[in-house]
């Protein structure tokens, strides 16, 4: 499959990847157990924002010099709009993630680890992805049909279940830890497992790293179609799904006592991706300009966030804290 990205932006890429992440555990060790503050995650978030149009501005510099102000316009509203897509299908993540703190009664700093390991697995899970997807869809193009009936569906069963109430008592993976590994009752520290009595067991806070896990997978499976359907090239959609993960640990801190606000941003999502499915299923007929639809999912968007906070009442229940 064609791609503007070179052996150099592939190698120079990983290495940036590499180096947030190591400065994010570094961080992440200098403080211990500490508690994120909003402003220390405010702070994050926006840095990460920053590099990517930072990443986003070169990248367009690079390519008008390179292949012409067309390619590069197009190319880089391509990353911007599967940036904007990941960005908000991991909005949904953040409410799942506080879902599952909240039901295992997490402390607040034990948090942090729980959730820079969940972002490194993301990362890997969703570069073999992105991969493997690429090469399927080089070698069979009937493939991109079925991506989009997939999110067609998906987004369809979101909307349907949009308020749904999530049981983890009755989930099977829950359901088979408890009956098969040792899980003590309460936490010890940061630490996943302890030996007691010469027998290793495995703490809460090892079952909350599993579900993440889990729930990294679902959602990859949800938003890397959903960028294949904005772009074919594996570098826009590695790249830009990378950057919205990089920001995820701080975008949670910063929203997770504001996740009832945006109690209506579900419909958004599931009309992003209806509208992302038919895109890719009418792709042999009509070719839905990256223009047109960056301003849906802008516009969509914007428009649930606003609605959240519109029917939001004073003293309505908060989650969480």
Do not use: C
């Amino acid at each position: 499959m064609e791609s503007i990205g070179t052996w150099w932006m592939w190698t120079a890429f990983a290495v940036f990847v590499v180096v947030a992440i190591i400065v994010d555990l570094l961080v992440l060790e200098r403080k211990g157990a500490a508690k994120v503050s909003f402003k220390e995650a405010l702070g994050w978030s926006v840095v990460w924002i920053v590099l990517s149009f930072i990443f986003n501005g070169l990248l367009w510099w690079y390519l008008d010099g390179k292949y012409g102000r067309e390619i590069a316009n197009e190319t880089s509203m391509e990353f911007f709009t599967g940036y904007l897509i990941e960005k908000s299908l991991a909005v949904d993540n953040i409410f799942v993630f506080l879902m599952l703190f909240t039901f295992f009664g997490v402390p607040v700093q034990y948090q942090r680890r729980v959730l820079i390991l969940g972002i490194v697995g993301a990362i890997v899970l969703r570069a073999i992805m992105i991969l493997i997807g690429a090469w399927l869809i080089a070698q069979f193009h009937w493939i991109l049909y079925l991506f989009g009936l997939f999110l067609l569906v998906t987004g369809i069963k979101m909307l349907m279940m949009a308020e749904a109430e999530a049981d983890l008592e009755k989930n099977p993976l829950m359901r088979w830890m408890r009956g098969h590994i040792p899980i003590t009752n309460e936490y010890h520290g940061e630490n996943f497992s302890v030996i007691k009595d010469g027998k290793r067991w495995f703490t809460p806070l090892f079952v909350v790293m599993v579900m993440i896990g889990i729930t990294d997978v679902i959602f990859a499976v949800d938003s890397i179609p959903a960028i294949f359907a904005v772009t074919l090239d594996p570098f826009i959609v590695l790249t830009s799904n990378v950057f919205a993960i990089l920001g995820l640990r701080a975008m949670y801190f910063m929203l997770a006592d504001l996740a009832d606000r945006f109690h209506l941003l579900k419909y958004g999502l599931a009309f992003i991706l209806i509208f992302i499915g038919i895109k890719m299923l009418l792709l042999d007929i009509y070719k839905i300009p990256i223009g047109f639809a960056l301003s849906v999912v802008g516009i969509v968007l914007l428009v649930s966030i606003l609605a959240s906070l519109w029917v939001t009442r004073p003293g309505q229940k908060r989650i969480g804290h």
